[in-house]
T-cell receptor, first 111, second 112 residues
């Protein structure tokens, strides 16, 4: 399983765009990149997934360069409610594979 | 639609006591996971089931932890006897589609 590295913490202000970058240098050809969000007292929640280039949904955008050795989660115009821990995961559709979480990035949105 | 119910939400026990957690996922999802999340850390896999069978329990402390999955749906995780370092949130998750995990809200265990 590819190891991921992301910043331990980030601070931002309401209304700003936040970009969280994740490194995954040994990503495999059949691996996807998935980001989860976790609020206190809740389980992690899937927010976005991609394989290459750019993916956008109603919550976030995910940018993946051609070499796929990194990815960037972009949260547009954050609010206080976006304060959470964000996890970057890399893995394939192999049902025998589990989901490996690192320590994540603790995002604090300030007023 | 995915859904995972866990009970209880909170549990406080004394060390050396026993405790059990329940996971009730919506049916139709073959793969189920139990994770342990210690405060300030990411979730760590304890055990993975495929239907009734165990796929991976390499990180389960088998001298005190046990888990089973009944009829490929509900699952229980037990700790006997509990230690102070077992204080954590225990998360149950199911695999949704090929590449996504859906988590329950977890059970917060405090061992005193």
């Amino acid at each position: 399983l590819a190891k991921t590295t992301q910043p331990i913490s980030m601070d931002s202000y309401e209304g700003q765009e936040v970009n969280i970058t994740c490194s995954h240098n040994n990503i495999a050809t059949n691996d996807y990149i998935t980001w989860y969000q976790q609020f206190p007292s809740q389980g992690p929640r899937f927010i976005i997934q991609g394989y290459k280039t750019k993916v956008t949904n109603e919550v976030a955008s995910l940018f993946i360069p051609a070499d796929r050795k990194s990815s960037t989660l972009s949260l547009p115009r954050v609010s206080l409610s976006d304060t959470a821990v964000y996890y970057c995961l890399v893995g394939s559709d192999n049902y025998g594979q589990n989901f490996v979480f690192g320590p994540g990035t603790r995002l604090s949105v300030l007023p | 639609e995915a859904g995972v119910a866990q009970s209880p939400r909170y549990k406080i026990i004394e060390k050396r006591q026993s405790v059990a957690f329940w996971c009730n996922p919506i049916s139709g999802h073959a793969t189920l996971y139990w994770y342990q999340q210690i405060l300030g850390q990411g979730p760590k896999l304890l055990i993975q089931f495929q239907n009734n069978g165990v796929v991976d329990d390499s990180q389960l402390p088998k001298d005190r932890f046990s888990a089973e999955r009944l009829k490929g749906v509900d699952s229980t995780l037990k700790i006997q006897p509990a230690k102070l370092e077992d204080s954590a949130v225990y998360l149950c998750a199911i695999r949704v589609g090929a590449t996504e995990a859906f988590f329950g809200q977890g059970t917060r265990l405090t061992v005193v």
